[in-house]
C-alpha cells in the first residue's frame, strides 16, 4: 500500500508539472481588458538575450495603429525562447514574429517592465488583405494545451477570423463598456 501511495504521488506530482506549463484560455474581451497595450504593428528586427537561465527574442515594432495604451512609435517585445551564442530554447505556444510581417497585438508589461504578448500566441493575429482589399486578421489554431479557466479542462485552442474593423470595434466597445459586454 506504501509502494502504491508513493506511486500516486509521483504521477499526481507529474501532473501537476503538466498542468501548470499549459495556457488559459482567454476570451477576446478577456484580452481586451487585460492587455497594457493593443496595436497594429510591423516586426523591423530582433535580438536575443539572455537573462539568468531563460533566453528572450526581443521583437521591435513599428507601430502602425494603437488603440490602448501609451502611445509610441515603436516597441520592443519580449518573447520566451530564442538562440544566444550555443544556448538555444524554444517554447511552445509562442509565435513566430518575421521581418516586416503585419499583425495585431494584444501587450501586457509586467512588473518586471517587460512588455509580453498576453497569452503568447493568443494575443497574436496576422494582418492580411482578402481579395476586394479589405484588412483582415486570423489567428491560426493551434496544437498547445490550454485550460477552460472556469471548469479547469482542457480546450481547444481555435481559430479566429474576421476584419480588422471588426475587431476594432470590439475593443472600442470592450473598452467602453468595462468588460461587460460578452465575448
Not at 516586426?43 to 490602448?68: F, N, P
Not at 520592443?76 to 503585419?102: C, K, S, T, Y
Not at 509586467?110 to 492580411?128: D, I, M, N, W, Y
Request: charged share 15%; glycine share 8%.
Amino acid at each position: 500500500m506504501v509502494r502504491f501511495g508513493c506511486l500516486l504521488s509521483i504521477v499526481l506530482f507529474a501532473c501537476a508539472s503538466l498542468w501548470a506549463a499549459t495556457l488559459e484560455q482567454l476570451s477576446l474581451e478577456e484580452m481586451v481588458l487585460q492587455s497594457s497595450a493593443i496595436v497594429r504593428a510591423r516586426a523591423v528586427g530582433s535580438h536575443s538575450i539572455r537573462d539568468g537561465s531563460l533566453i528572450y527574442t526581443i521583437v521591435e515594432l513599428e507601430v502602425l495603429d494603437q488603440w490602448k495604451g501609451e502611445r509610441v512609435a515603436r516597441r520592443e517585445v519580449a518573447l520566451p525562447g530564442g538562440q544566444v551564442g550555443a544556448f538555444n530554447q524554444h517554447f511552445g505556444g509562442v509565435p513566430v514574429l518575421a521581418r516586416d510581417q503585419e499583425f495585431v497585438a494584444f501587450l501586457w508589461t509586467g512588473p518586471s517592465g517587460r512588455t509580453q504578448l498576453l497569452g503568447l500566441s493568443q494575443g497574436f493575429f496576422e494582418v492580411a488583405r482578402d481579395a476586394r482589399g479589405q484588412m483582415l486578421v486570423h489567428r491560426k489554431p493551434n496544437a498547445d494545451l490550454m485550460l477552460d479557466p472556469r471548469s479547469s479542462m482542457p480546450v481547444p485552442y481555435p481559430a479566429i477570423e474576421m476584419s480588422l474593423q471588426a475587431l476594432v470595434t470590439k475593443i472600442h466597445a470592450v473598452s467602453a463598456a468595462g468588460g461587460t459586454t460578452t465575448p
